[in-house]
């Protein structure tokens, strides 16, 4: 399994902040970046911001492990429909589960280069 990759970490917190203007000053680092997207909130809000209405209905207050997961389960449907090209899809495990944190770097990055060539700003940084 490829080694989680920091450099890819520091462009797509930078482009996520950007976008959402949630600071992702405490995501910094494989633990808490795993603590700061687990729930899918972040990721939800991500996908209405680059596509308005992508995810109509997600868990806002997602306590409970099967809402987090339905959250990321939403975030990878939304991510298909943008465009992301499947081979660098996650799955909801490797978020959640933290099992390829690595992979979900792979997608979010993938995710802010489309983003970016449909004209959003900022553009990410990879």
């Known amino acids: 399994m490829p080694t989680y990759s920091t450099e890819i970490e520091t462009a797509v ?11 992702m000053a405490d995501a910094k680092g494989e633990a808490a970046f795993h603590a700061k997207f687990k729930d899918g909130i972040v990721l939800c809000e991500l996908m209405n ?3 308005p209405g992508i995810i109509k209905k997600f868990n806002k207050k997602a306590k409970m492990p099967f809402m987090q997961m339905e959250n990321i389960g939403l975030v990878n ?4 429909a943008y465009g992301v090209k499947s081979d660098y899809l996650f799955v909801t495990v ?3 589960e933290k099992q390829n944190l690595n992979q979900v770097l792979i997608g979010l990055r993938d995710l802010g280069t489309k983003a970016t060539a449909k004209g959003v700003t900022p553009a990410i940084k990879i």
Not at 13 to 23: A, D, H, K, R, Y
């Open 13 to 23: 917190l930078e482009w996520i902040q950007g976008v959402t203007g949630v600071s």
């Open 49 to 51: 911001k680059l596509q």
């Open 77 to 80: 449907e939304a991510m298909r």
């Open 94 to 96: 490797d978020l959640f």
